[in-house]
T-cell receptor
Framework: LAKTTQPISMDSYEGQEVNITCSHNNIATNDYITWYQQFPSQGPRFIIQ???TKVTNEVASLFIPADRKSSTLSLPRVSLSDTAVYYC?????????FGAGTRLTVKP | EAGVAQSPRYKIIEKRQSVAFWCNPI?????LYWYQQILGQGPKLLIQ????????DSQLPKDRFSAERLKGVDSTLKIQPAKLEDSAVYLCASSLRRKSSSGANVLTFGAGSRLTVL
C-alpha cells in the first residue's frame, strides 16, 4: 500500500474553493486513488475515485498529474456543512487502511 | 438500497467485561471490514473477510478480540475482556470486491458502534 501524506488541517470560508492535496510518491501501477469524507458520529463516506487525469462528479473533482505521485481533491464553493475530515487512500483495493486525514473547517 | 446496519449504536461497559457488535452488510457485498476508530484518529483496520474467510487480521489483538462471519453475510466482533484503551467507535464496512480482482474498490460504512469502557 502506497503511503500517503496529507495536511493535518485546513481552514476555509463559505463559498470558497478548497483544494486538499495528497502525496503518494510510491504509488504502484495498479493503485487507485480514493477519497472519503467523515462527519462526526458517522462512518466515512465515499466521495470520488480516480486513476489518472481528472475525474468529476456532483460533489467534487479529483486531479491527478501524469506521474500520479500526488492528487488533489477539489471542493467547489464549500459550505458550513462541508466541515469534516477527508481521507485519501491509495492502493489496488486489497489493503484498505486509512491515514489520519485532513480536518477541514469551513467558517462563515 | 439498504445501507450497512450496525448495532448497538452505543455501549458502556466496565473493564474486564465482554461486549459484542453486530454488522449486516449491503446485500451481495462479498467483502466485510471491521475498523476501530479512536477519537481524533483515522479508522484502523482490524479484520477483513472475503465471504466467510479471513483475508487480513494482522492488526486484530487476538488475545481479546475475535470476529466471525459464519454464513458469509452478517458478522460479529467480540471483545473479551475489555480494556480502557478499547474505548472507540467500531465501524463496519462492506464492498462488492472479490479477492481475485484488483483495481478500484469502494467501501460503504455503517454508522458505527460507540464503545465506552469505564
Amino acid at each position: 500500500l502506497a503511503k500517503t501524506t496529507q495536511p493535518i488541517s485546513m481552514d476555509s470560508y463559505e463559498g470558497q474553493e478548497v483544494n486538499i492535496t495528497c502525496s503518494h510518491n510510491n504509488i504502484a501501477t495498479n493503485d487507485y486513488i480514493t477519497w472519503y469524507q467523515q462527519f462526526p458520529s458517522q462512518g466515512p463516506r465515499f466521495i470520488i475515485q480516480g486513476y489518472k487525469t481528472k475525474v468529476t462528479n456532483e460533489v467534487a473533482s479529483l486531479f491527478i498529474p501524469a506521474d500520479r505521485k500526488s492528487s488533489t481533491l477539489s471542493l467547489p464553493r464549500v459550505s458550513l456543512s462541508d466541515t469534516a475530515v477527508y481521507y485519501c487512500l491509495v492502493g489496488d483495493g486489497n489493503d484498505m487502511r486509512f491515514g489520519a486525514g485532513t480536518r477541514l473547517t469551513v467558517k462563515p | 438500497e439498504a445501507g450497512v446496519a450496525q448495532s448497538p449504536r452505543y455501549k458502556i461497559i466496565e473493564k474486564r467485561q465482554s461486549v459484542a457488535f453486530w454488522c449486516n452488510p449491503i446485500s451481495g457485498h462479498a467483502t466485510l471490514y471491521w475498523y476501530q476508530q479512536i477519537l481524533g484518529q483515522g479508522p484502523k483496520l482490524l479484520i477483513q473477510f472475503q465471504n466467510n474467510g479471513v483475508v487480513d487480521d494482522s492488526q486484530l489483538p487476538k488475545d481479546r478480540f475475535s470476529a466471525e462471519r459464519l454464513k458469509g453475510v452478517d458478522s460479529t466482533l467480540k471483545i473479551q475482556p475489555a480494556k480502557l484503551e478499547d474505548s472507540a467507535v467500531y465501524l463496519c464496512a462492506s464492498s462488492l470486491r472479490r479477492k481475485s480482482s484488483s483495481g478500484a474498490n469502494v467501501l460503504t460504512f455503517g454508522a458505527g458502534s460507540r464503545l465506552t469502557v469505564l
